[in-house]
């Protein structure tokens, strides 16, 4: 096989990688089998080194401060995760989750993997945007682009081969953010309209809910808990996380919570309790949908479709929410939780010149407006700290807009133009991208300086200033804000991370399933508990004898009965 560029879905709670070929669309299985990795680190005591996926999350249900999650909702940002006495920013953990989907789709190839597609949530800032390239650039990956998930998720459902459907909105619900995307086809070209939604908005926020309500009808706190007792809090938060799916399928679920003062005790929990929980949440889902359609200039009424992308989207409470605001049944024919690596990977596809996948034009549009800082005249004075669009949200990228301002006094020089990225009427409500300086204005007193922001595919703004009375220009790129990496960053960023330990060795599906029996061991009745820890003793002493043979056979009894004892306890 040539060489392969793969898509990847980046998500806040699993990722998932695929490859489209002459058979067409192929999942990535990672070590242990499955399609959906985890996106989680933590450290394993066992083995001195950091994992990343199935055991991370289950290290961090045994103790949360072993690890992390749901790093990709700081992407862009200073935020810094604490693992042991290690620090790591959301650029290094997601890069450590990429490395991992990298070494899979290795293993499965057969030979060096070096390019692919990464998706983003449309309402994505471009420090967002730049940090998840960063990401990739450090775990190995050439970038081939950075690509909405509503756009992917439209390329994985054919919606631009089917005649009956001409305009549809894809709603968007992953496990740590919302998008809502208003897009349309005509003759094989998919155009996005307008986007909006939530960055910090999705399921895990629906188990935090279930779970601070629970302990609160029994006079509990969760951020008290989690400080005195981070075992129980990690434990309680997977449950509440199996609770919640469980209610999809079922009236009534048990959650069982305990923790100092509290002994262990189970609580019944209805499908309408839980509704009533989550209607705060499901209340927000409404003004990004009423803000898409506004910005498509379009009405319920002219949609074709409403495509589902996400494993929150199963919720009963997300589905009756979507077939009473849009007035009809939403379409879920793609697995939710694949669709945006599917649609990523046949993208993904066209940079090999696969004859096999049919040539898409798509066109994207700008999620947030740029723009400068102005000063206003505000009474019989000028107040600076205005903000000034020159992009606007939901403009059709590539794209180039100018607009004309004069310096604020007379005989000024030097003009700052400082650059900002947001919808806010003053700067100090967005996010800044920049700064570019403007020198040699002539001392006359009608000067006026053209500003011209030109952004790109691979969200890279150029800015071109010209000083009209002479003609003069100064251009700069700028490609992120002071809260991404530089080139030099990745370089220190990307050795430092060399010199830790990350696990990715073959027998990585041993100490995911030694990590997953003993979470296990902590919900079982005492009858089960003693006949798996009996199982697991076995294993471990087979795994000190180094029998290779007694290994694989104790291997696969202990997973037999991980899967019988726990059948739903993959969350």
């Known amino acids: 096989m040539s060489e392969v560029v ?31 990795t985890p996106s989680a680190v933590a450290f394993d005591e066992r083995t001195g080194s950091y994992c990343v996926g199935r055991r991370a999350k289950n290290l961090i249900a045994l103790d949360p401060r072993n690890g992390a999650r749901k790093f990709k909702t700081t992407m862009g940002t200073d935020a810094q995760y604490t693992i042991r006495k290690d620090r790591f920013n959301s650029i290094e953990l997601s890069s450590m989750v990429l490395k991992s989907l ?30 998840t390239r960063k990401a990739g650039e450090m775990a190995g990956l050439t970038v081939e682009r950075i690509l909405n998930e509503p756009t992917a ?80 809090a990690g434990l309680m938060m997977k449950r509440a996380e199996l609770a919640k799916q469980q209610l999809s399928t079922n009236d009534t679920v ?32 409404a003004t990004p949908c009423q803000t898409a359609l506004r910005g498509a200039s379009t009405k319920i009424s ?123 009427r003053h700067v100090k409500d967005n996010h800044k991208i920049g700064t570019v300086e403007v020198r040699g204005i002539p001392n006359r007193p009608d000067n006026q300086v053209e500003v011209r922001f030109s952004y790109d595919l691979n969200g890279i703004l150029e800015v071109e200033a010209t000083i009209l009375a002479t003609n003069q220009k100064v251009l700069q790129l700028l490609t992120r804000d002071s809260r991404t990496l530089s080139a030099q960053d990745i370089k220190e960023a990307t050795e430092r991370m060399s010199l830790l330990k990350l696990d990715l060795r073959e027998d990585r599906r041993i100490r995911a399933l030694l990590v997953r029996a003993e979470l296990l061991i902590k919900d079982l009745p005492p009858e089960q508990r003693n006949a798996l820890e009996a199982e697991l003793d076995r294993f471990e002493s087979a795994l000190d004898l180094h029998d290779r043979e007694q290994i694989e056979a104790l291997y696969n009894e202990l997973k037999r009965i991980c899967d019988s004892y726990g059948a739903e306890e993959q969350w």
Request: hydrophobic share 40%.
């Open 302 to 424: 002219n949609l074709d479709a409403v495509v589902l992308v996400g494993g929150a989207t199963r919720m009963p409470c997300v589905r009756n929410f979507i077939e009473d605001y849009f007035e009809t049944e939403a379409l879920a024919i793609v697995d939710p939780d694949l669709t945006v690596a599917q649609g990523a990977a046949i993208q993904a596809a066209l940079y090999t010149n696969d004859e096999h996948v049919d040539e898409v034009t798509v066109t994207d549009v700008l999620s947030h407006s740029l723009g400068i800082e102005i000063s206003k005249m505000i009474g019989n004075r000028y107040v600076p700290g205005f903000f000034s669009p020159i992009i606007h949200r939901n403009t059709v990228i590539p794209a180039t807009r100018a607009e004309i301002y004069k310096p604020l006094q007379v005989g000024q020089t030097v003009l700052n133009v400082e650059v900002y990225e947001g919808e806010g």
């Open 6 to 36: 793969i898509g990847i879905d980046l998500g806040t709670t699993n990722s998932v990688a695929a490859h489209y070929g002459p058979e067409g669309i192929r999942f990535i299985p990672n070590e242990t089998g499955e399609l959906l």
């Open 254 to 285: 048990p959650l069982a919570i305990s923790g100092s003062p509290l002994r262990e005790k189970t609580i019944q929990i209805t499908r309408e309790e839980a509704d009533e929980v989550f209607a705060p949440l499901i209340r927000r889902l």
């Open 102 to 131: 990298k070494a899979d789709a290795e293993r499965l190839f057969g030979f060096e993997v070096n390019r692919a597609v990464i998706t983003v949530p449309a309402y994505f800032s471009e420090a967002q945007r730049q940090a």
């Open 153 to 232: 998720a439209a390329i994985a459902y054919g919606l631009q081969k089917q005649a009956d459907v001409h305009r549809f909105l894809i709603f968007d619900l992953g496990g740590g953010t919302f998008d809502v995307c208003v897009m349309e086809h005509d003759e094989g070209i998919l155009e996005t309209l307008s986007v909006a939604g939530i960055s910090q908005l999705g399921g895990e926020d629906f188990s935090h809910a279930l779970l601070n309500y629970v302990l609160k009808k029994e006079g509990q706190d969760f951020d008290r808990l989690l400080s005195r007792s981070p075992e129980t």
